[in-house]
């Protein structure tokens, strides 16, 4: 199996985590506080703060541009597992209490947006080690 077959599954996971990101993010600034009543900044169930909108956009266009190439899928995919497991251990803080004035308002379908994406994202990036991993040493038992 090359590497082309074998990362087709891997980019279209990518391709889900960066769309569904990407959506979430520029739908978001529609959605700002300054335009809506207080409490009602959200899109469906998900938190939409301008903060949090920048985040969601910035990880989205990067997932879409990795999912040109195979090496950028592994590396979106780590980058991605740890910002989104960063965003759902500041998340349950932040949802866990009520402060007023948090500049990225998580709330719990937030939480388990970002832990789901950082689960999805450590699986990519095992795959795609592997895949690039057992790549490398048929090229070496080659020479």
Do not use: C
């Not at 759902?88 to 970002?114: C, E, K, P, R, Y």
Request: proline share 1%.
């Amino acid at each position: 199996m090359n590497r082309r077959t074998a990362g087709s599954p891997l980019r279209a996971v990518v391709l889900v985590i960066a769309l569904v990101h990407l959506v979430l993010g520029v739908l978001g600034f529609f959605f700002l506080p300054e335009a809506n009543q207080a409490g009602e900044n959200t899109l469906w169930v998900f938190s939409a703060t301008g903060m949090l909108d920048v985040i969601r956009t910035v990880l989205g266009v990067l997932g879409l541009l990795a999912v040109f190439k195979s090496s950028a899928i592994l590396a979106y995919s780590w980058m991605a597992f740890v910002a989104f497991t960063g965003l759902t251990a500041f998340g349950i803080l932040s949802a866990s209490t009520d402060t007023a004035g948090d500049a990225v308002n998580f709330g719990w379908a937030d939480n388990a947006l970002h832990a789901l994406t950082a689960l999805a994202a450590l699986v990519v990036g095992i795959a795609a080690t592997r895949v690039s991993g057992g790549n490398r040493s048929k090229t070496a038992e080659n020479v």
